[in-house]
């Protein structure tokens, strides 16, 4: 097992390796943060500009490659280089990572659990109605964009708390700034902050997983092993959950797992629309800035996150599913 | 109806069950009035062929049918009736006063719990009991159905065990609460011989150990025979005829009984007689014909057959009953069924001694290895699988050899070997005069010409897209034939089908009509040797019978080759001349059918001939059968020496100094007379079947 995570581990830093160095490449040969600089009125001189930008690594008349060196040597030595204004890259994604993770981590549980048990309960009863409404809710769902159900849900909440005339559902932002009061009050306060996004970020997962759990379900709902154990006596539900839910879990767990990967930077309309300021929103931005540096960075997160993902896939598949353990 | 062998009030009373599945027109009645009972210590057997009801029919009686499934009748067990009980009651009877034992071994069990804790919840489920306490009894369970080092063995998940020994843990599974009825549902038909023979030696322990009654569902009238005290037989949802199994076998009162004991092949008959098949294909549940439903198949049918389905009903005595309005003139021997056959055109005087002619096939040592990998990101090589270690046979014309042996023996690669013509890993092959490794594309396009293939599976062999025209013409186009037509018809004509069904697809055939498509396939292009990979045994045995019959007129009219690969004794004794037993990717035992059968020489073939069961209640009871220990090394990991010695009964009886040479020393082919030949040191006759 040991040797197995080895391998796997030496495979996901070369992996991380090539897909960064890619992204700094291509972020360096097509963005142009000289432009930041001509687009100022009046422009600074190009000797001050060329200063500041070989200063920051971000010259374009060095060659990309020298410039790569550069940025990977500095990288090795855990530094991600600065932003185009000159603020440090690691700090401020630092923060933002853990602005996606509080955001994402609830998310993924919500909607993880959520989505097995009405996928589970869909397969159970096919053809029912709860298994025809969970199916059109959830065709819904992955029909309408991530903007426009964001935004309904704002409007919904709005419209609710004008109902109730208090503010349950806040919005924007993570925290209320200024708030006074103890922890409780602050921890109610990011509560009321999380309710929405996860909601939002969640429904598209429970659509996507509800609809995979349920084909697995279904699989082994009529499974010999389901017959075996009922024919020894278990009930029907005990017979379904400690059996048949048991396996069917294994490829969905794996699954799960990956998409957490995915999400690291894809839930910027999520972040945006929100007030959240994570890891998506500034990919976005640092495109719109030609900021090299911290489109690089953020690529490296992502594609550790990935394999983080994809790692923990693999051991949640090993620890779930015996076959798979021995070799 | 008191039974005088086993007294005592029933344990489980079936009467007037029905099963339906659908509504309205398109409904299928799959069990239509089924009535029985059996004693403590009684054992029933339910015979059908596939789409008889008769696991539906289980099914029901334990309440495992979906919900979408209609019961009708009544299930009474320990005059409790089960039909209509909720769901919490029948968990109470399930596993504690009645159990089952299923079908596939392999998917029976949970593959992500312990095998022991899966024996164990079937104990706690019902009784009060610790887990410490649960695990031990389980444990001992294992030890009662012959699982060796139980206490092991029970941490282990089910994927490591092998087919017979899940099955054993599953016969644990279901005597752990010391039930009153065991189900079993075809409990040995995924196994092979010598591990079905174990597998039923466990279930008659445990029926000892628990006294339960027991019910055997199958389609193998061999294992009936053995283990049964009474006989039921269902055709199309009904039992058609009930009785002793002696009764049943040897005065059987319903033209399909006698049928279909008329359609098994015989593992003790050696005369080549034709076999009896039951012509056409059993009703499709949806669509039963007015009347008795085996009226359009039955030699004895009379008009009135066709009024009113017949009731079953005594005719000889109070505990034999037969559906069927002649059981009367039957039973007095005024009617019998014995049919009309063609004759087969014979071939046995004019043809030159085996020495004269020519050989079609030649396999020289053989070999055939597959690397062993592990490792999902980086391969490596761990092992190497010998699969086939050095085959040798010869085939010569107008003959047929049967290639037999049990899962994984390595016929089935032996056959894609000499298929691929190519060059093989080690060893030669010479096909019709060719040696097929130095053959070039045209080469190799004629001898494919030449040597033709038949499949397992005729579901799954032929193009669903395509028509049976296509099918048929396309082996004649690859081969430039111009105007396949005409062709085509004949061989429609040739296998027994009709030639306006050419335009059909094969989704509109019965399975054994889709074998037959698949024997013309191979003999469009008017081979000279033709191979079969287990030709009859996705079929009934009703229908088996039939295409059995096919092949040897065919090979008797055309003088074809036949290379006959199968793990059914009996079909090959029936149809081949010569046999190879394999084991473990050698040749144990090859010779004439006869001396192979009456006077087997090795040990591993006197086990296997041994663990095959007789359809003769008298004759199975009276067998002596040698049990096999254990199961087939892994092919990865043979054993030095004589592959065969970790199981080898011969190898126990000897001295110490005899098995020295058995350890070090590979037995080869030696010659025991003749062309027969056994690759054992020790090789003596014996008497099995």
Redesign the interface.
């Given at each position: 097992m040991a040797g197995f995570l080895a391998r796997r581990l030496i495979n996901y830093v070369a992996l991380i390796v090539v897909a960064t160095s890619l992204a700094y490449m291509l972020a360096a040969s097509a963005l142009d943060p000289r432009s930041n600089y001509e687009a100022r009125r009046p422009p600074p001189p190009p000797a001050v500009v060329d200063a500041r930008l070989d200063e920051l690594n971000l010259n374009n008349k060095t060659p990309v490659f020298q410039r790569y060196l550069r940025w990977s040597w500095s990288v090795l030595h855990g530094d991600f280089g600065k932003t185009t204004v000159g603020d440090p890259v690691n700090a401020d994604l630092a923060r933002r990572a853990g602005v996606t993770l509080r955001l994402i981590l609830v998310g993924l549980i919500v909607g993880s659990v959520a989505g097995v048990l009405g996928g589970a309960l869909a397969a159970v009863w096919q053809y029912g109605w709860f298994d025809r409404l969970t199916t059109a809710a959830s065709f819904l769902v992955l029909a309408v964009p991530t903007v426009v159900l964001a935004n309904m849900l704002i409007i919904g909440a709005v419209w609710f708390n004008d109902l109730v005339g208090a503010q349950i559902f806040l919005v924007s932002g993570e925290t209320t700034p200024g708030l006074e009061g103890g922890f409780l009050r602050g921890a109610a306060d990011r509560a009321q902050h999380l309710l929405l996004p996860t909601l939002s970020l969640s429904l598209g997962l429970i659509a996507v997983y509800s609809r995979y759990q349920r084909n697995m379900m279904l699989d082994v709902l009529g499974a010999d092993f389901v017959r075996t154990a009922r024919a020894k006596g278990l009930r029907r539900s005990t017979a379904l959950t400690k059996h048949a839910l048991r396996t069917a879990l294994i490829p969905a767990v794996t699954y799960f797992a990956f998409t957490f990967g995915a999400l690291i930077v894809g839930t910027t309309f999520t972040e945006k629309i929100f007030g959240w300021h994570g890891l998506g929103e500034q990919l976005i931005n640092s495109i719109f800035t030609n900021d090299v540096n911290t489109v690089a960075a953020i690529s490296c997160l992502a594609a550790f996150g990935v394999l983080v993902a994809a790692l923990a896939s693999d051991l949640m598949q090993a620890a779930l599913d015996p076959r798979v353990r021995v070799g | 109806m008191s039974d005088p062998t086993h007294p005592g009030a029933p344990v489980l009373e079936v009467a007037d069950l029905s099963v339906t599945f659908g509504s309205g027109p398109s409904a299928v009645r799959a069990v239509r009035g089924l009535n029985y009972e059996v004693r403590p210590g009684e054992v029933l057997g339910i015979v059908g062929e596939s789409g008889s009801g008769k696991s539906v029919a289980s099914m029901a009686v334990?309440g495992?049918l979906?919900p979408h499934a209609r019961v009708s009748g009544s299930v009474k067990l320990l005059g409790t009736e089960l039909l209509g009980a909720s769901?919490?009651r029948l968990?109470?009877?399930?596993?504690?006063t009645i159990?089952?034992v299923?079908q596939?071994p392999l998917?029976?069990?949970?593959?992500?719990?312990r095998v022991g804790d899966q024996i164990a919840?079937?104990l706690t489920?019902?009784q009060d009991l610790t887990r410490a306490e649960a695990r031990k009894r389980a444990v001992e369970l294992l030890d009662l159905v012959g699982i060796p080092h139980p206490a092991e063995r029970a941490t282990a998940?089910p994927?490591?065990f092998s087919g017979g020994m899940r099955q054993r843990a599953?016969i644990a599974?279901?005597i752990a609460?010391d039930p009153d009825v065991i189900i079993c549902d075809e409990p040995t038909t995924a196994l092979d011989v010598t591990i079905q023979a174990q597998v039923l030696d466990v279930l008659r322990k445990a029926q000892r150990e628990t006294g339960a009654a027991i019910v055997m569902i199958t389609h193998d009238l061999g294992v009936v025979a053995g283990f049964v005290d009474r006989v039921l037989v269902m055709y199309a949802g009904r039992p058609v005829e009930i009785g002793s199994v002696d009764e049943v076998y040897y005065h059987p009162l319903m033209p399909y009984t006698m049928g279909l004991l008329g359609s098994v092949p015989r593992l003790d008959q050696g005369e080549r007689g034709r076999l009896t098949p039951i012509d056409g294909n059993p009703p499709s549940p949806a669509a039963l014909p007015p009347g008795c439903p085996f009226e359009p198949r039955c030699r004895l049918a009379v008009p009135e057959c066709r009024l009113a389905e017949p009731p079953l009903r005594p005719v000889r005595h109070s505990r034999h009953l037969a559906a069927c309005i002649r059981a009367g003139e039957i039973e007095r021997g005024v009617v019998t069924t014995v049919p009309k056959l063609p004759e087969i055109p014979e071939e046995g005087e004019e043809r030159p001694p085996r020495e004269s002619r020519r050989v079609v096939l030649g396999v020289e040592d053989l070999v055939k290895h597959y690397p062993l990998t592990?490792?999902a990101?980086?391969k490596r090589r761990v092992g190497t699988v010998e699969a086939v270690a050095g085959v040798s046979f010869d085939l010569r014309e107008g003959e047929t050899l049967g290639l037999v042996g049990e899962s994984g023996c390595g016929k089935t690669t032996t056959l894609m070997e000499i298929l691929k013509l190519a060059r093989p890993q080690g060893g030669r092959v010479v096909v019709l005069g060719r040696d097929i490794s130095g053959l070039v594309a045209a080469d190799r396009m004629s001898v494919r010409r030449d040597m033709q293939v038949v499949f397992q599976d005729p579901m799954s062999s032929l193009d669903p897209r395509m028509t049976v025209y296509d099918i048929l013409a396309e082996p004649l186009r690859a081969h430039r034939v111009r105007e396949p037509g005409p062709r085509v018809r004949d061989l429609l004509r040739l296998v027994g089908l009709e030639p306006e069904h050419a335009a059909r697809y094969p989704q509109d055939f019965s399975g054994g009509q889709r074998q037959r498509i698949g024997i013309a396939r191979a003999l469009a292009l008017e081979p000279r040797l033709v191979v079969l990979d287990e030709p009859v045994s996705a079929l009934d045995v009703s229908i088996q019978a039939g295409v059995i019959n096919l092949l040897e007129e065919l090979k008797a009219r055309l003088g074809l080759s036949y290379l006959f690969v199968a793990h059914d004794l009996s079909v090959v004794r029936h149809i081949a001349d010569r046999v190879a037993v394999m084991y473990l990717g050698r040749i144990a035992e090859v010779g004439q059918v006869d001396r192979v059968y009456d006077t087997p020489m090795h040990p591993y073939t006197q086990a296997l001939l041994s663990a095959v069961p007789l359809p003769d209640p008298v004759v199975e009871r009276a067998r002596r059968r040698i049990l096999l220990e254990g199961d087939l090394p892994s092919p990865a990991d043979p054993p030095s020496g004589c592959r065969f010695r970790t199981r080898c009964p011969l190898y126990k009886a000897i001295g110490e100094t005899e098995r020295l040479r058995c350890v070090h020393e590979e037995p080869r082919v030696r010659p025991m007379g003749g062309d027969h030949g056994a690759a054992c040191h020790y090789a003596e006759s014996l008497d099995v079947v």
């Open positions: - | 334990m495992l979906p769901d919490k968990a109470a009877f399930r596993g504690r159990s089952m299923f596939d998917s029976a069990l949970t593959p992500v719990y919840e079937a489920v019902h998940f994927h490591e599953v599974m279901a609460n592990r490792g990101v980086f």
